[in-house]
């Protein structure tokens, strides 16, 4: 069995730092112990003065197949922490001084989509498959919604978040979830590249810039996405969902 730290592998390149989901025998779903590695990676890169860029990644063939809440459906606390852990870990990335690249691969579903909105850059291939299928599961995505609603817009995002389902990489390129689109075979190439070119970039300037645009399009606050958490562990906790969710994990 993994340690909890063995399930975010951490590799240093000059100044790029890459963080990678280490579950590929479950396309990098998000279990409470994930979730809890990965808070133990971001202390050690906050305190990372070299870094430069951060590659956001998943070992395997999939980036993110959103929350493995197979182990919670009965155990309301456990779910919520899983959610708040989720949150927060966005908000951490949000508020990195560095540019942060989703290197998008596969499956990014649900909190999976949700680490793509919140990189400055995320970069995938034409048969990705990214999206929210919470409605259609009985679960509100509402952890990962403000991301998404500032990636795309609003509009945008209330068509894809009320309707559910996934989109290819391409129809997310257009739509502006996916900001770089590449062959697969190309997919690591291309996001090194870019990250070698981002860490040339003077860090004081990148950094002001980040925490400038951060402020411009308005700020995601803890007690917003601590507030998704909770809206979101009563919706799970609830018969509808339960029923659903029983269903898909009995399969």
Same mark, same amino acid.
């Given at each position: ?20 989901? +280490?579950?590929?025998?479950?396309? +990098? ?8 590695? /990965? ?37 309301? +606390? ?58 259609? /599961? ?22 894809? /978040? /009320?309707?559910?389902?996934?989109? +290819? ?83």
């Amino acid at each position: 069995m993994l340690s909890p730290m063995a399930l975010i592998e951490l590799t240093h390149t000059h100044h790029i730092v890459t963080a990678e989901f +280490n579950r590929p025998d479950k396309h +990098n779903a998000l279990s409470l112990e994930l979730i809890e590695a /990965l808070h133990d990676a971001l202390d050690a890169i906050e305190q990372d003065r070299d870094m430069r860029v951060l590659i956001l990644g998943g070992l395997g063939k999939s980036f993110c197949a959103g929350m493995d809440l197979r182990g919670v459906l009965n155990d309301v +606390n456990a779910m919520g922490s899983m959610l708040s852990g989720l949150g927060r870990a966005t908000y951490r990335i949000r508020q990195l001084p560095v540019p942060v690249i989703a290197r998008v691969q596969g499956a990014a579903i649900g909190g999976g989509c949700g680490f793509a909105a919140v990189a400055d850059i995320a970069i995938a291939h034409p048969e990705a498959k990214l999206g929210y299928p919470e409605v259609s /599961l009985g679960i509100c995505p509402a952890v990962v919604a403000p991301w998404l609603v500032r990636k795309i817009g609003h509009g945008p995002a209330r068509a894809m /978040l /009320l309707q559910g389902g996934t989109l +290819n990489g391409e129809a997310a390129f257009k739509m502006g979830l996916v900001d770089h689109l590449v062959p697969h075979q190309e997919l690591n190439t291309a996001t090194i590249d870019l990250a070698e070119k981002l860490s040339h970039g003077g860090g004081a300037a990148v950094a002001a810039t980040k925490a400038w645009l951060n402020e411009l399009e308005g700020p995601v606050s803890l007690e917003t996405l601590e507030r998704g958490a909770v809206l979101s562990t009563d919706v799970i906790a609830g018969a509808e969902a339960q029923e659903r969710l029983k269903k898909l994990y009995s399969r």
